[in-house]
């Protein structure tokens, strides 16, 4: 047995429609799994759909920051063997501009949808025995940057959320691990290239080793860590920056 493959998987991919969870479930999907597609724009998760090898994937529209939509998706899924928390925003905003308005508008979907939709799914039962969840973060969180105390914040607070989640489920070996990744090549990156320029940007990879990356190369890594190859990790962070921590 190849334990690398993903053959009778079920996996469900949030964020699914764009960038790291569309690269995400094309990965898996060619490694055999069974993908449940979910987002909150239906056109995207579509034209995502239609490029997975034949199966019977699905898709979900739905808002993870609406407590209606996590609870249709808790009952239209099957019970799965793996769960890739994609979805999220990034957004800047200097300490002195704080308010409720904006930790509510970050927090939603960077920290309580991911949380409250692991909750719903293992509290229905949804999740299978030996089932692998992955969580994105990033290297924000240990790497702080102007304007990002809440975005750090949240990505800071999934990873304490994830190692808390591999000690209480390790019994029905379900593991939890957290990628933190730096730039990568997404419409989030396109994004901020127009925010700050692309002369600030081609400047800021030059620090990056390897250069930026591309979701391919989370979306490698996430497979691993969905499959039986990497069994025996768990409450665990992965780095991934191109080597931009590494003569930190």
């Not at 690269?23 to 069974?34: F, I, P």
């Not at 704080?98 to 692991?118: C, D, F, M, W």
């Not at 190859?229 to 930190?248: C, F, Q, R, Y």
Request: aromatic share 6%.
């Amino acid at each position: 047995m190849n334990p690398f493959s993903l053959e009778n998987k079920t996996i469900l991919v949030t964020g699914a429609s764009s960038g790291i969870g569309a690269k995400t479930a094309e990965v898996v999907a060619n490694l055999g799994a069974t993908v449940i597609l979910t987002a909150r724009n239906e056109e995207r998760l579509l034209d995502v759909l239609k490029k997975l090898p034949k199966g019977e994937h699905q898709i979900i529209q739905a808002d993870l920051t609406d407590d209606e939509a996590i609870n249709e998706i808790v009952k239209q899924v099957p019970n799965i063997d793996g769960i890739v928390h994609s979805s999220g925003i990034v957004k800047h905003y200097p300490v002195k501009f704080i308010s409720k308005k904006q930790i509510k508008e970050i927090y939603e979907i960077n920290y309580e949808a991911p949380v409250v939709l692991t909750s719903s799914l293992l509290k229905s039962k949804k999740v299978n025995k030996g089932a692998s969840i992955v969580f994105m973060s990033s290297i924000a969180c240990n790497f702080p940057n102007k304007g990002g105390a809440l975005y750090s914040g949240t990505k800071a607070a999934i990873n304490s959320f994830s190692k808390t989640l591999a000690l209480e489920h390790a019994p029905q070996k379900i593991r939890s691990n957290v990628i933190l990744a730096a730039m990568v090549k997404t419409p989030l990156f396109d994004e901020a290239e127009k925010t700050v320029s692309k002369e600030l940007m081609n400047k800021h990879g030059k620090q990056y080793p390897l250069g930026f990356g591309e979701p391919e190369d989370v979306a490698n890594t996430i497979a691993f860590l969905l499959s039986l190859a990497s069994k025996w990790i768990t409450g665990t962070e992965i780095v991934m920056d191109g080597g931009l921590s590494a003569g930190m």
